[in-house]
């Protein structure tokens, strides 16, 4: 499906992941938005909203997450938002630094010449930060109303 109201700059968003290690539990994540069969997808661990537990895809007889759905307004949000998002590039960490977040972004992004592969970093994407774990908040709770 195409959003009729992104900012689109000529690409459309494919996945995204996001994986954040700090020394704090509570404070790690790691999400991937992604489509498949056009349908736009979420699997991955992230804190609730009081950050008391974590929330995490279960999986299936074979171990495989089973991915929780996201609405396409969901999905153009966070496309919308990553378009306009102006990260920077990311860098690992220095192992000597004990309490560093590492924080790492991949976006792929179709365009008009191919996929387009960016690494960003989400050291300073505090926004973004909260957009992605309110939808997989929602989501969630929306999966877990489902199977009740």
Not at 48 to 53: A, H, L, P, V, Y
Not at 62 to 82: D, G, H
Not at 99 to 106: L, N, Q, V
């Amino acid at each position: 499906m195409e959003n009729p109201d992104t900012y689109r700059a000529g690409k459309d968003l494919v996945e995204f992941e996001w994986r954040q290690n700090h020394r704090n539990f509570y404070s790690c994540f790691s999400l991937k938005f992604y489509r498949e069969k056009d349908m736009p997808l979420l699997i991955g661990r992230f804190p609730d909203r009081s950050g008391d537990e974590m929330r995490e895809s279960e999986t299936d007889a074979f171990s495989n997450p089973i991915p929780w759905q996201l609405t396409w307004v969901q999905w153009f949000e966070l496309q919308n938002m990553l378009a306009e998002s102006d990260l920077p590039a990311y860098r690992k960490p220095s192992p000597n630094v004990q309490d560093e977040t590492d924080s790492e972004i991949r976006v792929i992004w179709r365009t008009d010449d191919g996929n387009e592969i960016q690494k960003l970093s989400g050291s300073h994407a505090e926004a973004l930060e909260t957009l992605v774990l309110s939808i997989a908040e929602e989501a969630y709770a929306t999966s877990n109303l489902e199977t009740e």
